[in-house]
């Protein structure tokens, strides 16, 4: 029985030599190759990776089956970011990219990413058209079209230089070189390698890197920027005597932020002090938009702020539509994902990190100080995420088990359900719980806010509770 390419929040990502095989990659680009042939021509497509391994092979398979389809594909010849990829796309006016990632998955997943037109993520009326016409070459049997490279290669791009440029558009640099403040970036061995670092420095910001060389195993771990992954850079911050320290993920659409005494600040409360920097400095005050498993800090800044509020499902493609409409001033997700007016329809971590490091150089305070002052200023708010992989049958059985409409949750009156995204549940006392189901592995993803943290414990005990029992 053949496995069936799926797109989900982010694209199809698998364990490579499992399913994500050669065979299958020439499926997943001839169907997006299908999907490209309906649009506008000319049909010129990006494609790029990030350093996992045999990207270089994937992409050269991919540019083939483009090529041998009628459609000009354009390599990048070097890893870059996603964000950095999304830009390239609308600088020189392609149809979209395919960009071979697995953002923060496992050394052993790669992926595929595809953008439009418009630099955004592909929205599922698009991805929907992209599995049909999968299906269609599946079931024909067909053998998918192949052509080599012309005399001289396939024609590449540079997406570094314009992509940097836009950078040192949208942040203040010469702030950041003023205030003296010293940083380190970590970038996971990934795609950002060379960017945050490189307009840093020639602003003439001091930064230090760690694991800033290639290595397909980042590590021996997924290379995510989370907290407990960060000891090499506070490491590296205690040396030089940082002020902050900033991570990107495997493919640089991610952030990590470290302060100066070394506390890992979670990407929910990143987001609200950047929306309330913005709408400070910059004056944008055309809306705010977060998913619906990000935390309510956004909802009450937007009404401190008085500015319109959009809620959406988990999947940054919903913020990038309302960024290319400048319905927004910034967009985020609890999974460090932001993007803001003006830039890409894509999440970018290299920009978020840049941004945090304007903000602690222009209010000459640490990030921990200046939360304090969000909290007292709207109240505070202590989100927590946990996840819980399942088996088959729990699986089956969870999904069951959301259709329904819970009255209470460990003795607490459920007073709203949310259908945005999966099961969103507004308790009497205003904190929330929000159940996901995974898209690219079996895993229950459990969303918990409260005003205190005594009590946001308690409801993520009670929220594991639901998923085991």
């Not at 499902?313 to 803001?340: C, H, M, R």
Request: charged share 25%.
């Amino acid at each position: 029985m053949k496995k069936v390419i799926r797109f989900g929040t982010s694209g199809w990502r698998a364990i490579v030599a499992d399913e994500f095989t050669v065979a299958n990659i020439r499926l997943a680009v001839a169907g997006i190759a299908a999907f490209v042939k309906t649009q506008p021509e000319p049909h010129r497509v990006l494609v790029g990776r990030d350093p996992r391994f045999l990207g270089e092979s994937f992409v050269d398979v991919a540019a083939r089956v483009l090529a041998g389809t009628g459609v000009t594909p354009i390599i990048i010849p070097e890893a870059a970011p996603t964000p950095a990829i999304a830009y390239a796309v609308r600088e020189l006016n392609t149809s979209g990219a395919i960009n071979f990632t697995a953002s923060h998955n496992p050394p052993e997943y790669n992926g595929i990413k595809f953008s439009t037109h418009d630099g955004a993520p592909a929205l599922p009326d698009v991805t929907r058209q992209i599995e049909t016409a999968i299906v269609a070459l599946q079931t024909s049997g067909a053998a998918i079209p192949q052509a080599n490279p012309p005399e001289g290669g396939f024609e590449t791009a540079d997406v570094k230089p314009t992509f940097l440029k836009r950078l040192a558009e949208l942040v203040d640099l010469k702030a950041i070189a003023k205030s003296g403040i010293k940083v380190v970036y970590d970038p996971f061995w990934g795609a950002g390698r060379g960017y945050s670092s490189d307009l840093l420095r020639e602003a003439g910001v001091t930064v230090e890197t760690v694991h800033d060389y290639r290595d397909v195993l980042f590590g021996g771990h997924a290379p995510e920027p989370s907290g407990e992954l960060l000891d090499d850079a506070r490491a590296k911050m205690k040396e030089i005597g940082a002020a902050l320290g900033i991570a990107t993920d495997g493919d640089a659409d991610r952030f990590g932020i470290v302060d100066a005494d070394g506390t890992f600040i979670q990407p929910n409360y990143i987001i609200a002090l950047l929306f309330d920097y913005l709408v400070e400095t910059r004056g944008w005050r055309n809306g705010v938009a977060k998913s619906v498993a990000t935390t309510n800090l956004i909802n009450a800044l937007a009404d401190y702020h008085k500015v319109p509020l959009y809620e959406t499902p988990v999947g940054f493609k919903y913020i990038g539509e309302l960024i290319n409409q400048d319905k927004i001033a910034i967009g985020g997700e609890e999974s460090a994902g932001l993007t803001i007016r003006g830039h890409v329809p894509e999440k970018d971590g290299v920009l978020a990190g840049l941004l945090v490091a304007e903000m602690v150089a222009n209010r000459g305070k640490s990030l921990g100080e200046q939360l304090k002052e969000l909290f007292a200023k709207v109240g505070s708010f202590y989100p927590i995420r946990s996840n819980f992989r399942l088996t088959p049958a729990g699986m089956a059985a969870f999904t069951e088990k959301l259709k329904a409409d819970p009255t209470e949750l460990s003795g607490r009156k459920v007073v709203s359900v949310v259908r945005t995204d999966g099961l969103k549940l507004i308790l009497a006392d205003g904190s929330w719980v929000c159940y996901r189901l995974s898209g690219t592995e079996p895993v229950v993803r459990a969303y918990t806010e409260a005003r205190s943290e005594l009590d946001s414990e308690v409801l993520s005990a009670a929220a594991k509770e639901f998923v085991l029992q």
